[in-house]
């Protein structure tokens, strides 16, 4: 594939005035209706129905007939764009390239899109693709050749089939009345020329219609067992009377499942040992505060299991909750753009399981891809916990939360 970066001004002020196709798009302006579009255009171009293994070229502040349209190319126009990818609106991430170029005499602002390995990509809940020169939302035929196109790259390993798991160990009333309905835009379940298998494929939770054994992913979200085929895909809760991992443990507790149940469990177990500190005394108003900031630990957990590395494993995520402090430990290191060093820095991420991101979004618990750290540091402070640790290994994550003040 031909790196995004290697086009030219001149390259890219033919394709300006050129006329648009399955790879060039061209927006006149920023409004909040033209972002939705310029949204719709980055899916298309990740999804590449075509084929074309290109990325496609979409320029902003170009008028339809590739002439400057005068727009103020700003660095928040351009930050606005970037921010595209991480802002859980379309999954998988696509990954794209945003810069500021001189063409045709004028600041234009070019968004290069790589044709994705991970399809059927979907914005608000539907899959766009291009025909030609315009956008469509995918039939199903159209999302069955996305599903093939997967079948043939380097995939993660959330998206690889879990052999010898079948149907049968997914849970389809759960797929259909609750994951379905929160994946979909509505028009898109009311057609009703899916089956049932075709859904599982397009939410990448089987391998494929013609080979219909689970993905890692279908097991994390719909299995019925989890453990049966990853058995390190769990969380151990350990509440720890003292300071040292040999002192007395209070309460233990191994939650499996679904990751949807796993998520609500473990969220039950903090809320009940989180103390909660109420001063009557310092203010008019009742001020209360907890032990740890439940929103800094429902981040955090939620990270472990986002990241965490399923493959070559049997290790749980361990939650030990000792008198002075709590530590997370997921198994496996930083990965991809993330390593030792930048870990934890702002604007610093990468997806190991980039489709089970995608199913958290989807179920609700995690809003904006990319910041579940930076929320968790915030509440941290607001709070008056000093601020979290990191013990980093190339085998596995520890984080450390202190005690409020």
């Known amino acids: 594939m031909r790196l995004m970066t290697n086009y030219t001004d001149s390259e890219l002020e033919f394709m300006m005035t050129d006329l648009e196709t399955d790879r060039i798009e061209r927006k006149e302006s920023f409004s909040s209706d033209a972002h939705n579009r310029i949204r719709e255009a980055i899916c298309a171009f990740a999804n590449d129905l075509p084929n074309n293994q290109l990325p496609g070229v979409l320029f ?53 899109v790589e044709s994705s390995d991970n399809t059927p990509v979907r914005y608000n809940g539907r899959i766009h693709i291009r025909v030609g020169p315009r956008r469509a939302i995918a039939t199903a035929q159209d ?28 849970d389809r009333r759960y797929f259909e009345e609750s994951y379905l309905p929160s994946a979909f835009a509505p028009d898109i379940l009311e057609a009703n020329d899916r089956t049932y298998e075709q859904r599982l494929a397009s939410t990448k ?33 350990l509440k720890i009377d003292g300071i040292e991992l040999s002192d007395s443990i209070i309460d233990e507790l191994m939650i499996s499942g679904k990751v949807q149940d796993v998520l609500r469990r473990i969220d039950d177990k903090i809320v009940s040992h989180n103390r909660v500190a109420v001063d009557f005394t310092s203010s008019a108003k009742e001020l209360r505060k907890e032990d740890y900031p439940l929103v800094a630990l429902q981040q955090l957990i939620r990270n472990a299991v986002m990241h965490r590395s399923y493959e070559q494993t049997n290790a749980p995520i361990r939650v030990s909750w000792y008198s002075d402090r709590i530590e997370i430990i997921s198994p496996g290191g930083p990965f991809g ?69």
């Not at 391998?207 to 390190?232: A, K, Q, W, Y």
């Open 337 to 405: 753009l993330v390593n030792i060093e930048n870990f934890g820095e702002p604007g610093v991420a990468d997806y190991r399981n980039p489709n089970l991101a995608e199913a958290m979004r989807v179920l609700g618990f995690v809003q904006r891809i990319g910041m579940g750290i930076p929320t968790a540091r915030k509440e941290l402070d607001r709070n008056g916990n000093p601020p979290m640790e990191f013990s980093i290994t190339q085998q596995f994550v520890r984080i450390i939360l202190r005690k409020a003040r």
């Open 143 to 170: 999302e069955r050749i996305l599903n093939q196109k997967r079948r043939f790259k380097d995939l993660p390993f959330d998206a690889q089939a879990v052999r010898p798991a079948g149907l049968a160990d997914l």
């Open 60 to 112: 902003i502040g170009a008028k339809d007939n590739g002439t400057p349209s005068g727009l103020a190319i700003t660095d928040s126009l351009l930050q606005s764009l970037a921010d595209t990818k991480d802002d859980g609106n379309i999954v998988p991430p696509p990954s794209f390239s945003v810069t500021k170029r001189l063409l045709h005499g004028a600041e234009i602002a070019v968004v290069l």
């Open 205 to 237: 939770m089987i391998f494929s219609v013609d080979d219909t054994t689970p993905t890692t992913l279908g097991i994390l979200v719909l299995g019925v067992h989890p453990v049966d085929f990853l058995p390190g895909a769990y969380l151990q809760f």
